[in-house]
Structure formats: C-alpha cells, structure tokens
C-alpha cells in the first residue's frame, strides 16, 4: 500500500503542477495548491531524523525563534523522557497555498519507548508550516491511530460483561471534572446551594453499609450537615468514563479522603471510593460510596479520658515532668477551704485559696504539702468520671505525719480545655481531718 501511494504521489508530481482548489470559504477560496520544493521537504526530513537520534538543540534550529521560545523547556522535558524514539517516515508531500507557506505532510509509523518503561506504536500524519523566506518551521498539527497492541494511549479499553454481550470503556468529556471540583469546593464550606448546583433537584446516595437514601438534594446535604462542625474532603483522583457506543451519560470514578469533626468533638477520618452517575444534563443525580477508616475514631470524651488518666497516672507516682504535659500553662489549683490563711506550712508560709500557674502549684503547694509527710504518700484511686470538658477523680490516700495516721479522702474537679490539656483542678477534702493530722491544729 505504501509503494502505491509513493507511485501515486510521483505520479502526480510529473504530471501536475497544481493540486487540487481550496474549497473551504474565505479569502483562498478558489486558489489552487502547488506542489512545494525539495528544500522544504528537507527541512523537515532533517527535523525529524534529529527527533529520531533525540538532539534537542539540533532540532529546534529547523524552528522559528518563536517556536523555540515557546516550547524548549516542554520539548527538554519531553526528549528526556524517552529512551528511544523513531518516526520511520514513508511519504512526504509538500504543498504551498498563496501564502508565503509550505504545508509538508508527512505520513509515518512511530514507536517510542520511556525511561519509565512505557511504550507506544502508532501511525501519525503530520502538516508541518515552512516559511518559504526564512526556511524555517513555525509549526505543526498532527493525527494518530494508535496500534491495538499499545501499553496505553487507546481510544477505548477495559471490559464490561453485559447479558446482550461485551464491550469497552471511553473516557468521557462533558464536564465531569469540573462537577467533581465544584462539588469539593462546596463540600467543603458545607455549602448546600453550592451543592444543590452540581446535583440533580434529587439525590439516591448507596452507602457502603447496602442503605440507600433518596431524598430531595437540599434535604440530604442540609440533614448531612446538621452534626458536622467541619468537613476536608480531598480528591485524589477523577476518572469520568462511558460505556463505549452508548448514550452520553457517563460514570464518574472518584478517590477521595476526608477528615470530619462532629459537633460533639468527634473526629473521623476515612478513605472514599465513589461513583456517581452524571446525567444528560450535566448534574450528578447518583452517588455509590465506599468509605474505610484511615484510622479509628477519637471522641473528644475519648482524648479526655486519655490525658486524666495520664494526670492520674503522673501524680500519683510522682512524675512530674509528664504531669506538667497534661496541663496547659495557665493551670489554677483551687481548694474549697475557709480562712485558708489559718493553715500554715512548716516553713512559715500560709495556705491559699488558688494557686495560679505551674510554678505557683508545684512551688509553693504540692511540693510543700509532700513534704509534710513522713512516709510518701499513697494515692489510691475509687472512681473517675470524665466527660468532654470536665472530669471528676475521686480516691483516698495513704500516709503518717507527725500528727498520725492521715488517710484522707478526696475528690478533684478537673476543667479540660479545647487543646485537651487541663486547665483547672478544685480539691475537695476532709477539712476538718486535714486540720488535725496535717496541719496539727486543735480544734476548740
């Protein structure tokens, strides 16, 4: 068929200076093309032999300064990229019009192989633009069919097993992706007219639980939204696609993930696989979602319970670097006592009613208090009670002063703040037994 089609060509060349009239409307209309000179065809040839050995620099000199200008740094990239390439050219026909260009087409077969281990064959017409003045390429357009036996890059693929028998999937172009973004950017304001926007007047969402809902749009986002404080929904990738030879509507294949804070402080984070089906109209009117936990959820009670617990653990075997790490820097210990001022500890100094900071409550509470016991003090604990911002310890304690035995009870009301460290603590105790066996009063 090549040989012919070089007969045919050379044919024509000795028997006709002239192809055939432009019929397209406009200024040409009605002019006929020439067949152009050798000189341009092998401006091209050598083009395409430098493309063939990957020589950049070689290549870009057969091109307009503009060319260059305009696509050096996406051709370095590109020459790069491959191992091999070859553009085995088997005819070339050049054509002027009655401007001062040269159209040189090119039929050829072309396979390219990557570095990253790709490979492609196909078969490419090209038109190539040759100023007639300066010799030089200002630009190109071409055409490919690519061979069946491709690795990728084919107008259709895939497999779908239907009952009237098998066929293949395309991808689609009607606005799937922008529907995608549109509805992340929505999502993420928890934007229900946003979102009313990318979807039909009404919603079927598959949950990956086998529960369907269907419901008008606005009622689905707006009851979606009414627990959630906030939503980060990422999309990592958007595949829209079609069943080859079938009506436009199309499916849209979405990886997603997304990070969720309810309003009672929860935490979600989870891994999405959808597919949502977009109609004619251009709105998504069915969603089938998948969803799996990137990690488990933590309730804000849960991260609670997890630094009192810690307080806990730090106080009562007197480590107190990690007890410093479970309060924020503002910490204040109150103690529910009257005339506080009536307590002194063995350096001289009184009790107070709070002490604000750290260093107050270590410096000038706990340390001194400790230090007013003659066997360390066991701390043993009888419940704990813990909710989102509070907590309540209760327990009893172990020890002799000078005084006695002093085996106090207590209970600790503990305030958490929105960092999930503890802000406050209040101390309610035997204030009475604290008089006698701590501080060594007598009571009148």
């Known amino acids: 068929m090549k040989k012919l089609f070089s007969t045919l060509i050379l044919i024509c060349l000795i028997t006709s200076v002239h192809a055939q ?13 020439t067949f152009g000179s050798d000189k341009t065809s092998e401006i091209v040839s050598n083009a395409i032999n430098a493309y063939n050995n990957l020589d950049l620099d070689l290549y870009l000199s057969y091109f307009t300064d503009d060319y260059v200008n305009n696509n050096k740094e996406r051709l370095k990239k590109l020459f790069n990229s491959y191992k091999t390439v070859k553009k085995d050219v088997w005819a070339i026909i050049p054509v002027r019009n009655i401007k001062n260009e040269t159209y040189v087409l090119t039929y050829s077969d072309v396979t390219r192989e990557w570095k990253n281990k790709s490979k492609s064959k196909h078969s490419q017409h090209d038109i190539y633009f040759v100023n007639d003045t300066t010799k030089k390429i200002t630009g190109f357009w071409s055409t490919l069919a690519p061979d069946d036996s491709n690795d990728f890059g084919l107008p259709t693929g895939g497999k779908i097993y239907l009952k ?16 995608i973004e549109k509805m992340q950017i929505a999502l993420n304001k928890m934007d229900v007219e946003g979102l009313s926007a990318v979807f039909t007047d009404s919603i079927t969402w598959k949950g990956s639980n086998g ?3 269907k419901a008008p749009t606005k009622a689905f986002w707006t009851k979606s939204f009414s627990n959630l404080q906030s939503m980060n929904w990422k999309v990592q990738y958007v595949l829209p696609w079609k069943i080859t ?6 499916g849209i294949l979405v990886a997603a993930s997304y990070d969720q804070v309810l309003k009672d402080g929860t935490k979600l984070s989870k891994n999405q696989n959808m597919i949502f089906t977009y109609e004619l109209d251009g709105k998504i009117s069915t969603v089938d979602n998948y969803i799996k936990d990137v990690k488990p959820a933590v309730s804000a009670v849960n991260k609670s319970k997890e630094v009192v617990t810690k307080f806990w653990n730090a106080l009562s075997t007197g480590d107190l670097e990690t007890l410093k790490k479970t309060m924020s820097k503002d910490f204040s210990f109150s103690l529910n006592v009257k005339n506080p001022e009536k307590y002194k500890f063995p350096d001289g100094t009184v009790l107070k009613a709070e002490y604000k900071g750290q260093d107050e409550f270590f410096g000038e509470f706990l340390g001194k208090a400790l230090g007013m016991m003659k ?4 701390f043993n604990l009888d419940d704990m009670m813990v909710n989102e911002k509070s907590a309540s310890i209760v327990w009893h304690g172990e020890t002799t002063t000078k005084y006695g035995d ?3 009870k207590y209970i600790y009301y ?3 703040d929105a960092n999930g460290l503890i802000s406050s603590m209040t101390e309610y105790t035997d204030t009475y037994y604290a008089e006698t066996n701590l501080f060594g009063l007598k009571i009148k």
């Open 414 to 416: 503990l305030k958490i």
């Open 164 to 179: 009237s028998g098998n066929t293949t999937f395309q991808f689609t172009n009607r606005g799937e992706i922008a529907a």
């Open 21 to 33: 009239k432009i019929v397209k409307a406009g200024n040409w209309k009605g002019n006929a093309y």
């Open 375 to 378: 066997t360390p003090l066991k």
């Open 245 to 250: 030879d079938t009506d436009p509507v199309s």
């Open 406 to 408: 002093y085996n106090n």
């Open 211 to 213: 529960v369907i809902e």
